[in-house]
Each structure stands twice: as structure tokens, then as C-alpha cells.
């Protein structure tokens, strides 16, 4: 019982979060597609605001989920909501957007 209470509250360890193969294909073309349009101050800004809501945008996009697959893939809406509820997703997104604005051929 006791084994239970110690781990009862316990949160996943901090940092960036690792994503899959498809997820970190998936977050490199949206990425890219935001520094194409020049956008990517005002989405590191919204990411960064955003943070605590990580989660709840997660359970948003399954929310829109269907009506999302009438222009995107129902496969990579799935996958990023899955990315956008694990713990450290928004310091992942906001490192990868720095990291190809500096360099957008990494």
C-alpha cells in the first residue's frame, strides 16, 4: 500500500518530449511549413502561452478530429494529438522551430 501512495502523485520527468519517427516527421513539416510563412515568432509565442494547456489541446484536436480528416490525414491528426498530451511536447516544438529557423536544412 504504501509502494502505491509514494507513486500516487508522481508526474512524467521533465524536458522535451521524445516523439516517434512519424510524430517528429509530422511536427519537421508543420515546423517548416510556419517558418515558410514567416510565422514563427508569433507560433513559438502561442506555444509558450499555451504551455499549461498542452494536454487540453491535445483532447481538442481529438475533438475536431472529425471534421480535420476532411482535409488532413485522420493517421497524423491522431499522432500529433497523442504528441501534444505527453509532457515536455510544447519545449520540443519550440526547440525544433528554433533550430530550423536557424538552419532549414536540418
Request: charged share 25%; aromatic share 8%.
Amino acid at each position: 500500500m504504501l509502494a502505491w501512495l509514494k507513486h500516487a502523485f508522481s508526474t512524467e520527468a521533465g524536458g522535451p518530449a521524445i516523439p516517434s519517427a512519424k510524430q517528429a516527421e509530422l511536427i519537421d513539416r508543420v515546423c517548416r511549413e510556419i517558418g515558410r510563412r514567416q510565422m514563427v515568432l508569433p507560433a513559438q509565442m502561442m506555444i509558450e502561452s499555451s504551455a499549461p494547456l498542452h494536454f487540453v489541446g491535445g483532447q481538442m484536436l481529438r475533438f475536431v478530429e472529425p471534421f480535420l480528416t476532411v482535409i488532413l490525414d485522420p493517421v497524423e491528426v491522431r499522432e500529433f494529438a497523442t504528441f501534444l498530451e505527453k509532457r515536455g511536447s510544447t519545449e520540443y516544438l519550440t526547440e525544433r522551430l528554433q533550430q530550423l529557423e536557424s538552419d532549414p536544412e536540418s
